[in-house]
């Protein structure tokens, strides 16, 4: 089993800057093992991925986060990040992390295993 728990959310203003953390935890968890990846759900939209980081590092955006947000993990700390500059107002949403044991990245919700309670990021205009 994997736990993920996701902090970091808050308000800030347009052109502002946040980092999300996502701590993982579990006996079989390791980031070798594990595709992980962040996604956000505003109200009323589906979920839609941001952002994912494979088994051995590579790293995909959705076209709209290119450049603005980075994706890392620090496996000492069994945590991955998410720094996102420039941000937004339409970037508010609930940010969730999830963990897949496909190991290549994924922008499909439903091949993720494990899932986070997320984080809510509001970015006033």
């Known amino acids: 089993q994997v736990q993920l728990a996701e902090s970091g959310g808050g308000l800030v203003q347009d052109g502002g800057s946040l980092r999300l953390s996502c701590a993982a935890s579990?006996?079989?968890?390791?980031?070798?093992?594990?595709?992980m990846g962040w996604f956000r759900q505003a109200p009323g939209k589906e979920r839609e991925f941001v952002a994912g980081i494979s088994w051995s590092g590579g790293t995909a955006y959705a076209d709209s986060e290119k450049g603005r947000f980075t994706i890392s993990t620090d496996t000492a700390k069994n945590t991955m990040y998410l720094q996102m500059n420039s941000l937004k107002p339409e970037d508010t949403a609930v940010y969730h992390c999830?963990?897949?044991?496909?190991?290549?990245?994924?922008?499909?919700?439903?091949?993720?295993?494990?899932w986070g309670q997320g984080t809510q990021v509001i970015v006033s205009s």
């Open positions: 999830a963990a897949t044991t496909t190991l290549w990245i994924t922008r499909i919700p439903s091949d993720y295993d494990y």
């Open positions: 579990g006996r079989t968890f390791t980031f070798s093992r594990h595709g």
